[in-house]
């Protein structure tokens, strides 16, 4: 039978003994746990091999993270770069908080769109609610506006007016009609129009009133049709509105222009006669074809469009 050395014998020589810090970590008296350390440098820093592999592993996973991000997003690029921001009646803007489609309509990057069904409940916040809220703040510097306008007295200055969603809600139609969130109906809309259901906006239907008491006229200027002449105008005097300057509608052979270059046209007209045009008020953006002085003078409303219609 073998005696068990002595403690004295299992001691290390002068120079590696229990102070020394190698001797610390690697030797640990011969334990199983002394053997797990390494020495990296001679300035005294150390480092477990288990420790190390940790390290390994985590550079290894962070690397295969980042190279599978960037093949991620060269696919989603490639399949990003393949699809239009708009195609037609057809576009979809899919986003699961709608981002993308309220992006693109207040830039006004939509054109033949239908509201993404994912979007209606969207829509139908803003019109109902917060819509009015934009609304009432516009026509309220529309009306600080003019009360700054010199009239001459003469019966041409005059505000150019849009009627749908700006003189008459169609809050009606659209419920019926899931907020734009199916494509747009030529036939039903105008089924809507000869019903003459649009009400007044009070706010509007106030500056009107306004603008009559201090001799400034309101020429309504509209892309309907001039077919549907007599229901707009009976629509119009149904919510309140009496006493306008002029109702311009969409002659046939200006079916095939767009809006802007349709009220743009207009309103260069108005100016030929004579017209002071002092503000323009609407929905839609057409500012094209006025002389510099009346582009001065606009007071424009933009909201995020709701209908295929102008």
């Not at 001797?23 to 002394?34: E, I």
């Not at 480092?47 to 599978?68: D, K, P, R, Y």
């Not at 510099?292 to 995020?304: C, E």
Request: with cysteine; aromatic share 10%.
């Amino acid at each position: 039978m073998m005696s068990r050395p002595s403690s004295s014998a299992s001691l290390p020589p002068f120079g590696r003994g229990p102070h020394d810090s190698s001797y610390a970590l690697l030797s640990r008296r011969g334990s199983d746990f002394g053997s797990r350390y390494i020495q990296v440098d001679d300035s005294g820093v150390y480092l477990s091999s288990l420790v190390v592999t940790v390290l390994v592993s985590a550079v290894a996973t962070i690397g295969i993270l980042l190279f599978t991000l960037v093949v991620t997003l060269s696919v989603m690029l490639g399949s990003c770069q393949g699809q239009p921001v708009a195609v037609g009646a057809d576009m979809r803007i899919r986003s699961s908080n709608c981002e993308s489609f309220i992006m693109n309509a207040e830039v006004n990057n939509l054109q033949g769109w239908v509201v993404p069904s994912e979007c209606k409940s969207n829509v139908a916040a803003y019109m109902e609610v917060k819509y009015h809220i934009d609304f009432a703040g516009a026509i309220e510097a529309a009306s600080d506006y003019l009360k700054t306008v010199r009239v001459q007295g003469d019966g041409l200055d005059v505000v150019v007016m849009d009627i749908d969603e700006t003189a008459l809600s169609n809050l009606e139609y659209y419920v019926e009609h899931n907020y734009g969130a199916e494509v747009f109906n030529e036939t039903v809309w105008d089924e809507w129009v000869y019903k003459k259901k649009g009400v007044a906006f009070e706010q509007t239907l106030a500056l009107f009133n306004q603008l009559k008491a201090a001799k400034i006229g309101t020429i309504f200027l509209t892309g309907r049709p001039e077919s549907q002449r007599n229901a707009t105008a009976a629509n119009l005097i149904a919510a309140g509105y009496e006493g306008w300057t002029e109702l311009m509608l969409r002659l046939p052979h200006e079916n095939g222009l767009k809006a802007v270059e349709y009220k743009s046209q207009r309103r260069v007209e108005m100016e030929t006669k004579g017209y002071r045009v002092v503000s323009s008020l609407g929905d839609h953006r057409a500012l094209n074809g006025y002389s510099k002085a009346t582009k001065r003078s606009i007071v424009s409303r933009r909201t995020i469009p709701c209908k295929l219609s102008y």
